[in-house]
């Protein structure tokens, strides 16, 4: 794709409720796609249901194996998940793009968009943080907040009692245990995905959840699909407003657990036939929560950390890329070498990020700005879903003026046994001027390179003189 053919590209509907998602379209015109990858589908995947008045063995099987279920007798009200479904189809698909983008709290696509990247989630919402209500204006945005409230009230229920009988197994520190569920605190995000004229496109790409948990109540509209086993396995929607919600498993039960419960990884598929309304909310442990187990194969970090974490990866590379880096994870006792860590220089006027990483990760593309990124990519990485041996290392530290780093980093995934490599191009003062970029694992190639602001020529400049035979294109 030639540089900046994404904004030739600008989808064009006469739909102007939507959002101006960009096309993945070739310069030849035919449409890529590379979000699919070569990552089989399968059939549609079998959930086991809790219910949460009594979840017993259910809950364990849930956890431990897929970090998914279903949840029946959850005592949210059927008429308040319908009022909510409605506010939100009159609030993001009856109104206009240009009144939704004034509106507080409203985002679409992913905030990488400002990298002029090709992969842009179909996807727009409002941003919900259920702990710090306002009195919500006489609107139809202020009509969404008040069943917000409501229905975050059953949320921060339904998070608390789940949450108790998840952890009761584990055999936690009474004291710690209190910190890792912040319930009342956590946020809603409204979705909707509109229909999409691409084949193939998802509405949102592969993650994990960084939360404790998250619970989904998909409309009548399907999309949601889990990686399970090597392949991405659709889960049907419950019966509407009516049916059971569904359950993830976030980054956080599984640090919590000591691996023992599993951060689902899942996305969505965006629909050319049907758009799909979503609610999820999502539970987090407190800030200061110091998140750590006997035995377990993470140092203790605390929930603040992590989510810094998250964010410098979200601001460098657009998206959460907790497992495509290499984790710091170490066994007790192991050491790091002593080498001290130069003090990251900070470009002037660019500030620190400030997002929730959540809200980063999915936030208005617009409020991102492009650019250099300015601090050092930290060595400080915790990756849940990481499985990888203990490691010593050197810290990092930046080139010498002139001079540009390239790291590279190779991953091995155990389940669907695929490889990824990625480059990163540091300059001093340890700026990220490029990187390569997989979203799904593929067997070893690197299939194309961001670069950060317009400055794509010098790691074009590096790779010529890199016998690189696995670099294939470079965009800005
Ligand atoms: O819309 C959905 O069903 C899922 C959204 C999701 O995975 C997320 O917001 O993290
Ligand atoms: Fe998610």
Same mark, same amino acid.
């Not at 945005?141 to 229920?157: C, F, S, T, V």
């Not at 909707?192 to 790409?205: Q, S, T």
């Not at 001027?433 to 979203?439: A, D, H, L, Q, V």
């Given at each position: 794709?030639?540089?900046?053919?994404?904004?030739?590209?600008?989808?064009?509907?006469?739909?102007?409720?939507?959002?101006?998602?960009?096309?993945?379209?070739?310069?030849d015109g035919s449409h890529i796609n590379e979000q699919e990858q070569e990552v089989p589908r399968g059939a549609e995947l079998e959930l086991p249901t809790v219910d949460l008045e009594a979840p017993g063995e259910a809950l364990a099987a849930g956890c431990r194996g897929l970090g998914v279920f279903r949840l029946a007798n959850h005592g949210?009200?059927?008429?308040?998940?319908?009022?909510?479904?409605?506010?939100?189809?009159?609030?993001?698909?009856?109104?206009?793009?240009? /009144?939704?983008?004034?509106?507080?709290?409203?985002?679409?696509?992913?905030?990488?968009?400002?990298?002029?990247?090709?992969d842009v989630n179909w996807v727009e919402g409002f941003h919900i943080a259920l702990g710090d209500q306002q009195p919500a204006p006489a609107t139809?945005?202020? /009509?969404?907040? /008040?069943?917000?409230?409501?229905?975050?009230?059953?949320?921060?229920?339904?998070?608390?009692?789940?949450?108790d009988a998840l952890a009761a197994p584990l055999d936690l520190d009474a004291g710690q245990a209190a910190t890792y569920l912040a319930e009342r605190d956590g946020f809603?995000?409204?979705?909707?995905?509109?229909?999409?004229?691409?084949?193939?496109?998802?509405?949102?790409?592969?993650?994990? /959840?960084?939360?404790?948990?998250?619970?989904?109540?998909?409309?009548?509209?399907?999309g949601l699909q889990v990686h399970h086993d090597g392949a991405w396995r659709d889960v049907a929607p419950g019966a509407g407003e009516t049916g059971t919600l569904l359950v993830n498993l976030g980054d956080m039960a599984q640090a919590i657990s000591g691996d023992a419960y599993c951060s689902v990884r899942h996305r969505v598929a965006a629909s050319q036939a049907a758009e799909r309304l979503s609610l999820c909310y999502f539970a987090f442990p407190r800030d200061d929560a110091v998140i750590s187990c006997a035995?377990?194969?993470?140092?203790?970090?605390?929930?603040?950390?992590f989510r810094e974490q998250v964010q410098a990866d979200i601001k460098a590379t657009g998206s959460k890329v907790l497992d495509a880096r290499v984790t710091n994870t170490r066994a007790p006792g192991t050491e790091i070498a002593t080498e001290p860590e130069p003090e990251p220089e900070e470009a002037d006027g660019d500030p620190e990020p400030t997002e929730d990483a959540e809200e980063a990760e999915k936030g208005d593309p617009e409020s991102f700005q492009a650019g250099r990124r300015t601090r050092r990519p930290s060595s400080r990485v915790y990756g849940p879903n990481w499985v990888c041996d203990p490691v010593i290392y050197k810290q990092w530290a930046p080139p010498p003026e002139g001079w540009v780093k390239v790291n590279v980093d190779t991953a091995l995934?155990?389940?669907?046994?695929?490889?990824?490599?990625?480059?990163?191009?540091?300059?001093?003062?340890a700026g990220v001027?490029?990187?390569?970029?997989?979203?799904t694992p593929t067997p070893p190639r690197i299939s194309r390179y961001r670069a950060m602001g317009e400055d794509c020529s010098r790691c074009t400049a590096v790779l010529d003189q890199l016998d690189c035979t696995i670099g294939t294109d470079i965009c800005t």
């Open positions: 794709m030639a540089p900046g053919s994404e904004s030739q590209a600008a989808a064009t509907t006469a739909d102007p409720s939507c959002p101006p998602f960009p096309l993945l379209e070739e310069e949210v009200p059927a008429a308040l998940s319908a009022s909510l479904f409605a506010t939100a189809r009159a609030t993001l698909a009856e109104a206009p793009f240009s /009144d939704k983008r004034a509106q507080p709290g409203y985002f679409w696509g992913t905030p990488a968009l400002s990298l002029r990247v090709r139809p945005l202020g /009509d969404l907040l /008040d069943l917000a409230a409501e229905y975050g009230a059953h949320m921060a229920r339904v998070a608390r009692t789940l949450f809603l995000r409204v979705y909707r995905y509109p229909r999409c004229p691409e084949p193939g496109r998802l509405g949102m790409e592969a993650h994990t /959840d960084s939360s404790v948990l998250s619970v989904i109540n998909q409309h009548a509209v399907g035995g377990g194969r993470y140092r203790p970090f605390t929930y603040a950390e995934f155990a389940e669907s046994k695929k490889m990824e490599a990625n480059l990163l191009f540091l300059d001093t003062p001027i490029g990187f390569s970029y997989n979203p």
